[in-house]
């Protein structure tokens, strides 16, 4: 059961593990250990229950579900140089589900290549696509739109389960003014914009219909799907919500020396006491890319010099703990358009909003039951491109794996650009999805409740700044198909009027101005191979230096995939699942 303080949790046997962390990972793994009768478990989640926030249950409204809400750990990142010293928004969502109780609910598996590389770099096949694939099998459940209609062609049945957990579905509304545009375009331009048409077969190059984490006209999370009604009514399953997790204590050693982690200190929100709890066998931080590595350093585990100059005494040296950040920059790329059924219809006029939101409330249908995005693509700058790959070795996981994504919008996606008086418009936003910048997170203080220093690393190096400016200009030759003849009329923000292509410098300056990030940051407690001199978890997710500790969240994957993030931390929990129950032999 879901509780909200801590006396009302049964405590008449003690817990077998403790997950910090009801997020996307937190809540797959506790679905999974607590398929073992024997197996008990407790989640503990800083923030409140998912149940009634409206934001985070109609789709459309995932734009509001954060920044700068309840729901939000409310992060800015440190300036970044890359983009003119401009500090960023950085949200994390902060109730149960996590994140991916606030995400744009994008489901992308990334490409097999980017798996592979995962299994080489860990030297552990265990995260290759092929022996990934039961796990996503058991994560997916296909599910039919809001709408019901034909989906032939829009997506590849043969590489969808419909045997999960967590519903996947094609968009539920038709955008007639920008479906068949993008979908012409990939027909009149298919060299460089070819139509695929299934992004998550393993072969995701191309352009498609966007799958997203929909169930009918409901956002489907860790909360909703992992935690539904037949699993949290299970006897050995108790999450406990408003409980904020303040470090990590050791307990004793290890037959090898090392020091035993299966203790908690936790605060509980509602009544501001501190109290603690331990785990019978293995304690699991599932607390995501930011808090998970601000959590290990709070505890002592982390880079000496960082730790004692906060004065916290060192446990474990290791100074991987919070680096090798890698996240995608994304830059928002808005064109005035000749429409008036673009999102602006609605956000201009109060009338509209709630008469689709009564639409919405009678029947799960309408505008409302979509997330944002109609169609993504996967693209590569090609050989021929001389001036970028004489200069540059390729940072793709391989041959067949995006360097940069294109994601299409119907209007101005709300928080990337503030709303215009009049006017509509379309986005095709950009991103580089195969970065080679790195950042860090940092403890800033010792107080647990004060944020850490968030830096992506944005455009830090002169390969994803190129290929930024590549993919600008690619999102302008696709609208040079014919299809958007009489659709565009000018681009919203700098730029040539026309094209939107002005000089290098130009493209540079509007790209250093308007940069963000698409909140995909993983790397933070990097898998690495069991004797490597780097990294902060073994490939079966064992915290290096200490016993009885696994990290499982995006925060492992040791490099950010050409990919939205979910799926692969989906991935991470089911695996953790298997993982777990090999070693303690019930499986
Ligand atoms: C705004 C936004 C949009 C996104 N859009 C997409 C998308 O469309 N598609 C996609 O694939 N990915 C998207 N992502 C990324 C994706 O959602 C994340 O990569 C993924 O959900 C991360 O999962 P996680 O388990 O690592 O962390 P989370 O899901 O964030 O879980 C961490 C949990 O730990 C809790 N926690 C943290 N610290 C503590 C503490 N001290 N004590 C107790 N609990 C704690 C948090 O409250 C949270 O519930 C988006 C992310 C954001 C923020």
């Known amino acids: 059961a879901i509780y909200e303080r801590f006396e009302d949790v049964p405590q008449d046997s003690p817990f077998d593990f403790v997950i910090i962390g009801g997020g996307t990972a ?199 799907s992992y935690l539904g009604p037949r699993f949290i009514s299970r006897k050995n399953l108790h999450v406990l919500v408003n409980a904020r997790v303040t470090r990590l204590v050791q307990t004793g050693r290890a037959r090898n020396g090392t020091p035993k982690i299966l203790g908690v200190e936790f605060v509980d929100i509602n009544t501001n006491r501190k109290l603690t709890v331990n785990a019978r066998r293995e304690l699991i931080l599932s607390a995501g890319s ?59 006029n109060a009338t509209i909003a709630a008469e689709q939101l009564q639409e919405w409330e009678a029947t799960e249908k309408g505008p409302l039951v979509d997330t944002l995005l109609d169609h993504l693509g996967w693209l590569r700058v090609p050989d021929n491109e001389t001036d970028i790959w004489d200069r540059f070795e390729d940072p793709a996981a391989g041959r067949d794996t995006a360097h940069y994504e294109l994601l299409f919008s119907n209007g101005i996606v709300p928080g990337t650009f503030p709303l215009p008086p009049a006017g509509n418009f379309l986005s095709v936003v950009t991103a580089v999805v195969s970065p080679t910048s790195r950042g860090s997170i940092r403890l800033n203080t010792s107080d647990p409740f004060s944020a850490p220093l968030i830096d992506p690393g944005l455009l830090n190096t002169p390969l994803d700044f190129e290929i930024i400016k590549y993919s600008i200009r690619s999102a302008q030759r696709f609208l040079s198909g014919r299809a958007w003849k009489d659709y565009i009329i000018a681009p919203l923000n700098g730029l040539d009027n026309t094209t939107m292509v002005g000089t290098d410098e130009e493209l540079g300056e509007y790209v250093r101005a308007n940069t963000a990030t698409i909140f995909h940051p993983v790397g933070t407690a990097s898998m690495a191979p069991v004797d ?24 492992v994957l040791p490099i950010v995939p050409a990919a939205h993030t979910q799926v692969p931390t989906y991935i991470v929990g089911e695996r953790a699942g298997d993982l777990i129950k090999q070693a303690w032999g019930v499986l």
């Open 26 to 224: 937190g809540n797959a793994l506790a679905n999974r250990l607590t398929e073992i009768p024997d197996f008990n478990v407790l989640v503990l989640e800083a923030g409140p229950s998912n149940e009634g926030v409206v934001d985070s249950i109609v789709p459309f409204f995932c734009a509001q579900a954060v920044p700068f809400t309840p729901w939000d750990w409310n992060y800015t990142t440190i300036p970044q140089k890359g983009i003119n010293n401009r500090s960023v928004i950085y949200p994390r969502g902060h109730l149960l589900g996590g994140s991916s109780s606030v995400n744009f609910m994008a489901y992308l598996r990334g490409s097999s290549q980017d798996w592979d590389r995962y299994a080489s770099i860990t030297g552990d096949h265990g995260w290759s696509w092929d022996a990934i694939q039961p796990l996503i099998h058991r994560n997916e459940k296909w599910t039919e739109p809001a709408d019901h209609h034909n989906t032939t062609g829009q997506f590849n049945p043969d590489v969808h389960s419909t045997k999960g957990i967590n519903s996947v579905s094609l968009a539920g509304f038709p955008r007639p003014n920008l479906d068949p545009r993008v979908i012409r375009t990939t027909k009149d331009l298919p060299d460089e914009f070819p139509f695929n048409e299934d992004m998550n077969s393993g072969s995701h190059l191309g352009i498609g219909w966007t799958q997203a984490t929909i169930n009918g006209g409901r956002r489907s999370s860790s909360a909703t």
């Open 290 to 348: 930011v808090n998970t590595p601000q959590l290990l350093q709070l505890s002592g585990i982390g880079d000496h010099s960082l730790l004692s100059s906060l004065n916290i005494r060192t446990l474990v040296h290791n100074p991987s703990v919070g680096q090798n950040l890698s996240d995608h920059p994304l830059l928002p790329n808005i064109w005035l358009v000749n429409s008036t059924d673009t999102f602006e219809a609605a956000e201009r």
């Open 532 to 555: 490597a001199d780097w990294g902060v978890v073994d490939p079966d997710l064992r915290v290096k230096g200490v016993s009885g500790l696994r990290v499982v969240d995006a925060s």
